[in-house]
């Protein structure tokens, strides 16, 4: 079966960076657009970033956009999100998704998610 595991969450300082990792298996990772997606304590999901199955193409979330960097290594089935210069409002539980439609910032368009990893941004 399907399974997409997250991994490089943890605690960090405003300002500072993570790289968090997305491997998958069970699916042709190639034909698959990824998503990153983000939960706050007593918020709804919201799309952070999406990246195409190629990864030539790719979308961000105003709130991110030139923070973060979404990419793709098709050849280690692994997607990564690049972030920078955190903010304590950055602070979630993220999760990586695997859609066969396109790199939308639909959630419902993602037929496969990880169980999340936590960022934690501290002022």
């Known amino acids: 079966q399907v399974q997409l595991v997250e991994s490089g969450g943890g605690l960090v300082q405003a300002g500072g960076s993570l790289r968090l990792s997305c491997a998958a298996s069970g699916l042709t990772f190639s034909s698959v657009a990824m998503g990153w997606f983000r939960q706050a304590p007593g918020k709804e999901r919201e799309f952070v970033a999406g990246?195409?199955?190629?990864?030539?193409?790719?979308r961000y979330a105003g709130s991110v956009k030139g923070r973060f960097t979404i990419s793709r290594e098709n050849a280690k089935n692994t997607a990564y999100l690049q972030m920078n210069s955190l903010k304590p409002e950055d602070t979630a539980v993220y999760y990586c998704a695997a859609s066969t439609v396109a790199w939308t910032s639909r959630a419902d368009e993602y037929g496969s998610w990880g169980q999340g990893t936590q960022v934690t941004v501290s002022s």
């Open positions: 990246i195409s199955w190629s990864g030539a193409l790719t």
